[in-house]
């Protein structure tokens, strides 16, 4: 594969309970918490929120891509990533995700097409294939 960039970030702390991480660049800069809902303090981005945003952002780039390509509207297209962690056995922890892709100008089986293809180049969709659970939602 040929590399066309490449991020880095660095972990610091205690990684998710009272942890920071900070891009080399320094655009992200962020503390880390662990969250209510897990028993944590909260306040805090978490590694969930953060792979939410990055899914959800590249997600919507390749589903641009495609449907420009096909024709398609894409005016008002949102991708809305959720991003779930729990116990996957063996005392392992897993992440699973939900894509909620909202297309308004566009017929609900074309969309689902679309979204089909996206899912089929976007890289984030592709690393997690077969390693995590994604489910695509039109809305």
């Given at each position: 594969m040929k590399i066309f960039y490449t991020s880095v970030a660095t972990a610091t702390g205690d990684g998710r309970e009272n942890g920071h991480v900070r891009s080399s660049d320094g655009v992200i800069d962020v503390e880390i918490a662990v969250p209510v809902e897990l028993?944590?303090?909260?306040?805090?981005?978490?590694?969930?929120?953060?792979?939410?945003?990055?899914?959800?952002?590249?997600?919507?780039?390749?589903?641009?891509?495609?449907?420009?390509?096909?024709?398609?509207?894409?005016?008002?297209?949102?991708?809305?990533?959720?991003?779930?962690?729990?116990?996957a056995g063996e005392g392992a922890f897993g992440?699973?995700?939900?894509?909620?892709?909202?297309?308004?100008?566009?017929?609900?089986?074309?969309?689902?097409?679309?979204?089909?293809?996206?899912?089929?180049?976007?890289?984030?969709?592709?690393a997690t294939r077969g390693n995590i659970e994604v489910a695509l939602a039109i809305v």
């Open positions: 028993g944590g303090k909260g306040g805090a981005t978490n590694p969930e929120q953060l792979f939410a945003a990055g899914y959800s952002a590249c997600f919507l780039n390749a589903l641009r891509r495609v449907a420009r390509r096909a024709g398609a509207d894409v005016d008002g297209t949102e991708v809305t990533a959720e991003v779930g962690i729990g116990a992440l699973a995700v939900t894509l909620r892709v909202l297309m308004p100008k566009v017929e609900r089986d074309r969309a689902e097409e679309l979204v089909a293809a996206a899912h089929k180049v976007c890289p984030y969709s592709n």
